[in-house]
Each structure stands twice: as structure tokens, then as C-alpha cells.
């Protein structure tokens, strides 16, 4: 019995220990932060339930103010299929923070940015954004890049009323979402659009075959676009097929559309299914060019299809050969950062993204969600390395698209067209 | 089973203390809902409070695939797909409903509020739906022997997964849903590829709290009553519990429509979490995660698929950021030594608790080991990229399997085998030759 008992007093012995190193570990922190509601994300060094109360009651009422760094929050897909989507926009972030932190910051005070990783599926976005704003207490959100994610994430910012920029979702249900939900790219009926204005008048194609990605939303908004958009400029749509992104086969959907013999083959998906549908097509010897949008938009399709992507076009935000001396600086700057590293879409709207917050931030009356919000929403004319921006009454960005065609050596994409709303 | 044994001592009496007594569970559910959704919500605040929701329905749906593949040994693979079923029905019912009846699908605050009684009667009629289709899917494959369920199971949720895909476009406005005619119902519009939104997030701590209970409750009363003791004869020697008279086929179909049911329920509580519905949410990655739970908490336990399902929910969301965990290395260190220390002690002394201490002595070290080999990580990777900010949580997915393998490889039997938690505080010192964990 008494060793029983000498065992029971040993674990709350140990606790109460435990628990008065707790308390002083936060008394020796606290006088360090003298603005705790900045702060207070980071030097919560105890077990994470006091300080998200903390941080989300900071980003409700108090607007962050004083000297300490200003967070701001990043969610993308850093792991999974669209990876590099994740990885480009965050590289794009990061350099803009690096160059507005050199340039003094906003009067001063540094920003940094937090970032969580979504593997490409809503629940996990949604709970990233969840911790970014009501844990982690970021003035405002950048992010998500598949517009699917995007749409998770966003009634959590509009909610916590926080800011959110998406850089590249173009779905137009994205900034629908509310009053505190932005974008910098164009979206998805434009892009359609952009498309099948390019076939009809730089290509001259009369016969257009449709091929998508019916998992993805994405894709299938883009398919119907530029089919509405294809017959009311006078063409006509010979075929429409659907995959599943992952699938590896295309062989069957691809020898029906050469039974229409098309000009042109719109296939609007992302990369990683493009690259194997470009060489199944030449395999079938359809010569007819591919036309896609923006989830082309990676440096891994020239790997994963080698020559067969030779000559096939995709509309997007920027070309990296613009001539274009913002672009140029961007390009030099970005590769000085990343090893030579060519920018993709994808990074320069990420950049642009942060940089346009940045501009706000400096225009805004506080740091707070409404104040920074009404800056955001008066952006005009702001001059990115993807155009010049300016947001409309509905949150989106009005703004040109390129066209570009892979081509050269080494294979990468070359504008070709400048399209404008 | 000791625990089963056990339990068959006690036969029910018949007085009308006992009949109120029988409704206890009721009570229970309750009271857990409250807690939880009053107490525990604060303490955690909005953010844990969201990792807390899906932890609950990742409870619920464990809990009900593990009435199948634990109590009955056959392996279903197709769970998502009944769990879309009634996440797509809750999501219509709550959203067209609302749209009908109120003109537009905000949520309506406060507690209790008529829109999270549409949350409750969609998700309900999910379950239906969800138990129906299992009936029709598991009648021919349980009447088998062998993996035919596996096989069957697998193709539904294929199916479900490609009809949402083709499903019609999401109605957004109430004026689009008034004039709606047979056009636009033909194919059911549930969003199609691009995923159904909007739905209110009413599934509050409240209600997940209640219905996970509820599952559980219903889990547990079914595996220590007379089917639930057929069903797992069935696991154990199918011909010795057919020459008891067990009606196999009668029993499996029985397990699986429940589970089905369950499934279809928690589905409906997931759609109001605030997630986009996506066709995706049935196919067959989302089942293995839940079968992950079931095996690694120990096929047939309740309690051990509960801390599984817990555990494997809120583990990724700890290391997005291991930052907080390596600092809070001294606490876990220190309690982890002491909590085993003083478990050890207390089993020499026949303490009942001592596995409680055990327990958490375990997983405080635990947590300590992964906090250690994230902070090395993160020296290692600061010092090759020259980022001081570089961080492993991008790398969390690989910590996590390198978890599962680990786990698997030195607890094949799951977490808890068969038994349940509380069978360990039954006797401090198990008698010898008492059977341990096999599970088959």
C-alpha cells in the first residue's frame, strides 16, 4: 500500500513540477514581446492551447500594431499531384518578402510569412487556413492556387474577416465567396475565351476537339468556356472527350477525336496528365496542334513530353521572353534567388499577390481586416510583373492574358500573343 | 474473450430502475455533447475546436467500418463511398432546403437554430440512403465466402465517385431552384466535377459530439449483445459458427447496412463542416484511410479504432508546425519519464491505473521522440539550404508513414488488439495464459 502511494505522489509531484516550469517559462517570456499581439504566434512556447485564443482574438479586434514582425499566411500545395503549383507561388512569396523587408518594410517592421502545406485536398486547406487566421493570427491570407482549395479556404478568411488573395484560382466562384476574397489573375470564361479567340484568329482553325479533365473543376469550367466561346466566334466543336486526371491511357478518347480530323485540340488539364496525352497524340499521328490554359504551366511538362509538345500553345498570365523590362528584372532577380531558376506562371503571380498586398499594407489605415480589405479593393493600375492590375467591383483582376507556344532549346514556352479583355 | 465472458455475467433484470437505467446511453450521449461542445470548444478555441470536429467524424467513421471488417473479419474497402452518399444527400437537403424554405443558405447563428435541424434530417435521410444501397450491395457479395466484398465494395465506391462526377451543375440562387424543372434534376445537381459548396457549416461540436457518441454507444451495446456475439463467431471459425446455427449471411448483411447507415451519417455531419463536397471524397483513398484507423487501432476494438481515428487526425495537424512540440521538449520529457516511472511502480504495487499512467508516460515520450527528430531535421535542412526558416512540416506526410510502418511493424495486432481500454484496468497484472491480442 505504501508503495502505491509513494508511485501516485511521484506522478503529481512530477506534474505539479511540470506545470510550475510551465508557468515560469511564460512569466520569463512575457516581458520580451512588447507588442504581444503580434507576437504571440510564435512565442507561444506552451502546448498550443492558449495561444490560438489568442492569436484569433488579435485578429478579430485588435489590429496588429506596434514593432513586432507582421505575419502573414500562405497555404498551397507544397506536397501531392499539382506540387510545383505550391512550390512556384511560395517561391514567387517569398522573394517579394525578401525584397519589401530590404526596401524597410512597412515603416519599418518586417514581414514574414507563414505557410502550410494542403496535399491538394480541401479538408486539409480548410484547416490550414483555420490555424493561419484563427491560431496563428495572420494579417491576411495568399493562397490557394487550384481553385477546388480555394473554395474551402475562402469562408474561413471571409468568416474571421481576413483578407484573402488568391494568386492564380480562376474559377469565378472563388472571389463570390464574399466581401474579403481577392485574386490577381483572370478567370476562367476570360481564359476560355483568350483560347479560342487564339484558334479562330492566329490559327485560322475552324474544327476544334475538346478534351478534359472531368474530375477536375478547373478543367471542365475551362472545356465549357471555351466551347461557348469557339461557336459564337463561328467555329464548330467536333468532339468532346473526358479523362480522369491520373489516368494513363488516352489512346481510345484521342482515336475518336482523330475521327473528326480538328484543327486544333483544346485540353485544358495540368501538366502532369498533358505531358502523356501530347505523346499518345503523336503516337496516333494526329498533327493537329494542342491548345491548353494555365495548368500547363510548369517546367516539368518539357520533361515529362519531350518533342511532342513542340508547337503546342497554352494561354497564361505571363511569358518569361516578354519584352518587357519588368519582366526581365523579375526574371534576373528571381533566378539570382533560386539557382537560376526559370519563373514560371504560377511564381510571378504569386509575387504579384504579395507585392499588391504590400502596396495595400502601405495604403492601408491599419493592419486590420476592414481597413486592409478597403485598401485592397482600391487597387489600381498596379503595375506586377503579369500586367497591370486593377481589381473590379467583383474582387477580380482586370487584366490581359498571353499566349504562349513551347518551343526552342532547350523546350520551354516563348510568347507568341498578347490577348486582351 | 475474457471481456465478452465477463460482461455475460451480468444478465439484464427487469425492474423498472433497470428500464430507466437501459435508457442511460441516451443520457450519456448527451451529456458528452454538451461537454464537449460547451467546455472542451473554449479550451481549444476555433482552431482545434475545427480539428476537433473531424476528429469526431473520423471517429464515426472508423467506429462503423470497424463493425464490419473488425467484429465480422470481412474487409469492405468501399466506405467512402457510402459516407459520400449521405454527405451529398445531407449537403442537397441543407442547401436546396434552405434555399427553399429561408430564400438563402447563410447559416443562421446561435444554438440549436431550424438550420441545424435540416443538418440532422439530411444526414438522417443520408443514412437511409447510404443503408440502402448497402443492402443492396452487401446482399449477394455476404452470401459468399471469400474477398468478394472487398471486390464489391471497391466498385461502389468507384461508381458513386464517377455518377457525382456527372452529376448537373449546383443551383445557386433560390429563383434558379424555383423555376427548376425535370432538366435540371436529371441528372441530380450536386455540382458535378466542380464539387458542391455553400453548404452552412452546422456541424458544431454539439452535434458531432452527440452523434460520435451515439456511434460508439450503438458500436459498443451490438458487440456484447447476442448478434454481436454471432457476428464475431463469424470472424473467428465460420464453419464452427455455422454448425452452431448461426445464419451467416443474415448477420453480415445486418453489420454491414449498419455500418453503412453510420457511415452515410457521418458523411452528412462532414458536408457541414465547411469543406467543398468533391466527387473525390468517395473514392477509394478516403476508404483506406478510414481502414488505417481500424487496423492500427486493433481490429474489433472499439476504444483502440477511437484513439486511432484521434490520433491519426490530429498528428499531421501537430507537425504542420513542429515548432511548438520541440519547444515544449522539457514538458514532455519530463512527464513522459515520470508518468512511465510511476506506472511501473504502480503495476508492481497492483495499482488499477497504472496503465493510465503507462499510457500517457508512452505517448508523451512519444511525442518527445517526434519532436526530437524534427528538430535534428530542421538543422539538417537549415544547414543544406541556408534558409533559416526551413521547416519539415512540408515533409509531415512522410513522418506520418514512417509512424504507420513503425507502428505496424512493432504492434501488428493494432494499437489495442481486441480488447478495449478498460480491459486493461480490469486487473493490473493480466493472469498468465490469458489470451493477449491475436487477432485472428
Known amino acids: 500500500m505504501l508503495s502505491r502511494r509513494w508511485a501516485l505522489s511521484i506522478v503529481v509531484a512530477g506534474l505539479g513540477l511540470v506545470a510550475g516550469a510551465g508557468g515560469c517559462e511564460k512569466k520569463s517570456e512575457a516581458p520580451k514581446g512588447p507588442a504581444p499581439a503580434a507576437k504571440t504566434p510564435d512565442s507561444g512556447s506552451k502546448a498550443g492551447t492558449e495561444a490560438p485564443k489568442a492569436g484569433g482574438a488579435a485578429a478579430d479586434k485588435a489590429p496588429p500594431s506596434g514593432t513586432g514582425p507582421i505575419l502573414i499566411g500562405h497555404y498551397g500545395s507544397l506536397t501531392g499531384s499539382e506540387a510545383t503549383f505550391g512550390k512556384s507561388t511560395s517561391e514567387g512569396i517569398r522573394l517579394a518578402i525578401k525584397e519589401f523587408n530590404a526596401a524597410g518594410g512597412l515603416n519599418g517592421r518586417m514581414v514574414e510569412v ?9 479538408k486539409e486547406a480548410k484547416l490550414a487556413v483555420e490555424r493561419l487566421v484563427k491560431s496563428d493570427g495572420v494579417v ?108 494513363q491511357d488516352f489512346t481510345a478518347q484521342l482515336t475518336s477525336i482523330r475521327g473528326g480530323k480538328p484543327d486544333v485540340i483544346y485540353v485544358p488539364g495540368y501538366y502532369t496528365d498533358i505531358g502523356n496525352i501530347a505523346l499518345q497524340t503523336r503516337k496516333l499521328n494526329i498533327s493537329a496542334p494542342l491548345l491548353g490554359g494555365d495548368g500547363w504551366d510548369s ?80 487597387t489600381r493600375d498596379f503595375k506586377g510583373v503579369t500586367g497591370s492590375i486593377t481589381i473590379d467591383e467583383n474582387r477580380d483582376a482586370k487584366k490581359g492574358a498571353v499566349i504562349v507556344e513551347m518551343a526552342g532549346s532547350p523546350l520551354g514556352p516563348k510568347f507568341r500573343a498578347q490577348i486582351n479583355p | 474473450m475474457q471481456s465478452l465472458a465477463d460482461n455475460l455475467a451480468h444478465q439484464p433484470a427487469r425492474g423498472v430502475r433497470d428500464r430507466v437505467l437501459a435508457q442511460a446511453p441516451w443520457g450519456v450521449a448527451l ?15 476555433p482552431y482545434w475546436s475545427q480539428v476537433a470536429t473531424q476528429a469526431a467524424i473520423a471517429v464515426m467513421l472508423a467506429v462503423s467500418l470497424n463493425i464490419v471488417n473488425g467484429y465480422t473479419g470481412q474487409f469492405s474497402i468501399g466506405h467512402a463511398g457510402f459516407a459520400a452518399v449521405g454527405g451529398f444527400t445531407g449537403a442537397a437537403v441543407s442547401y436546396y432546403g434552405a434555399l427553399a424554405l429561408w430564400g438563402g443558405a447563410t447559416k443562421q447563428e446561435g444554438f440549436l437554430v431550424p438550420g441545424e435541424w435540416l443538418m440532422v434530417g439530411g444526414s438522417l435521410l443520408g443514412a437511409v440512403l447510404a443503408a440502402g444501397l448497402g443492402y443492396i450491395v452487401g446482399l449477394p457479395a455476404l452470401r459468399l465466402r471469400g474477398d468478394y466484398l472487398a471486390i464489391v465494395t471497391l466498385g461502389f465506391g468507384e461508381i458513386v465517385r464517377v455518377l457525382l462526377q456527372i452529376s448537373g451543375p449546383q443551383l445557386f440562387e433560390a429563383d434558379d431552384l424555383r423555376s427548376s424543372g425535370f432538366k435540371q434534376w436529371f441528372p441530380p445537381p450536386l455540382g458535378g466535377a466542380q464539387g458542391f459548396t455553400g453548404v452552412p457549416t452546422y456541424a458544431s461540436l454539439f452535434w458531432v459530439g452527440l452523434f460520435a457518441a451515439l456511434v460508439c454507444i450503438v458500436a459498443y451495446r451490438i458487440k456484447f449483445s447476442s448478434p454481436g456475439r454471432a457476428l464475431l463467431s463469424s470472424r473467428e471459425d465460420e464453419i464452427a459458427a ?22 452515410g451519417l457521418a458523411g452528412g455531419l462532414y458536408a457541414h463542416t465547411g469543406v467543398v463536397m468533391q466527387p473525390r471524397e468517395a473514392g477509394f483513398i478516403k476508404s483506406f484511410e478510414i481502414i488505417i484507423f481500424v487496423v492500427l487501432g486493433g481490429l474489433g476494438s472499439i476504444s483502440g479504432v477511437v484513439l486511432a481515428a484521434i490520433g491519426l487526425t490530429v498528428l499531421p495537424e501537430i507537425l504542420r508546425d513542429p515548432q511548438r512540440l520541440i519547444e515544449a521538449w522539457g514538458l514532455l520529457a519530463a512527464v513522459g519519464v515520470l508518468a512511465t516511472v510511476g506506472g511501473v511502480a504502480m503495476r508492481r504495487s497492483g495499482s488499477r491505473w497504472a496503465p493510465l499512467a503507462v499510457g500517457l508516460g508512452a505517448t508523451a515520450l512519444g511525442l518527445l521522440a517526434v519532436a526530437l527528430v524534427a528538430s535534428g531535421a530542421n538543422a539538417l535542412m537549415r544547414s543544406a539550404t541556408g534558409d533559416p526558416q526551413a521547416n519539415i512540416g512540408k515533409y509531415r506526410m512522410i513522418f506520418y508513414s514512417l509512424m504507420l510502418i513503425g507502428a505496424m511493424l512493432l504492434r501488428p495486432q493494432g494499437l489495442m488488439g481486441v480488447r478495449e481500454v478498460w480491459d486493461h484496468f480490469r486487473r493490473a497484472r493480466p493472469a498468465p495464459g490469458r489470451p493477449g491480442g491475436a487477432a485472428t
Open chain 1, 114 to 122: 507563414k505557410e502550410y502545406d494542403t496535399k491538394g485536398d480541401a
Open chain 1, 140 to 247: 491576411a491570407v495568399l493562397g490557394e492556387v487550384a481553385s477546388g482549395l480555394s473554395l474551402a479556404g475562402g469562408p474561413v478568411c471571409q468568416e474571421a474577416g481576413v483578407p484573402m488573395i488568391s494568386p492564380s484560382s480562376t474559377n469565378p466562384r472563388v472571389t463570390k465567396i464574399g466581401d474579403m476574397i481577392f485574386r490577381v489573375c483572370f478567370i476562367d470564361p476570360f481564359q476560355g475565351f483568350v483560347g479560342a479567340k487564339f484558334a479562330r484568329e492566329n490559327l485560322k482553325a475552324a474544327k476544334a476537339a475538346m478534351l478534359y479533365d472531368q474530375k477536375a473543376p478547373y478543367s471542365v469550367g475551362l472545356a465549357q468556356e471555351f466551347k461557348k466561346a469557339f461557336e459564337k466566334l463561328g467555329g464548330q466543336v467536333v468532339a468532346e472527350q473526358t479523362y480522369n486526371g491520373g489516368d
Open chain 1, 299 to 378: 517546367e516539368e511538362l518539357g520533361k515529362i513530353a519531350g518533342d511532342a509538345i513542340k508547337g503546342s500553345f497554352y494561354s497564361n498570365h505571363y511569358a518569361p521572353d516578354q519584352a518587357d523590362a519588368a519582366v526581365k528584372d523579375f526574371i534576373k532577380r528571381y533566378q539570382a534567388e533560386f539557382n537560376g531558376k526559370t519563373p514560371d506562371g504560377l511564381a510571378a503571380l504569386g509575387y504579384d499577390a504579395a507585392c499588391l498586398l504590400f502596396d495595400a499594407m502601405k495604403r492601408s489605415k491599419s493592419l486590420g481586416g476592414r481597413d486592409l480589405r478597403d485598401a485592397i479593393a482600391a
Open chain 2, 31 to 45: 451529456l458528452v455533447a454538451l461537454v464537449v461542445h460547451f467546455v472542451l470548444g473554449p479550451v481549444l478555441g
Open chain 2, 242 to 263: 455455422r454448425a452452431m446455427g448461426v445464419n451467416l449471411a443474415r448477420y453480415k448483411v445486418r453489420a454491414f447496412v449498419l455500418a453503412a447507415a453510420l457511415a
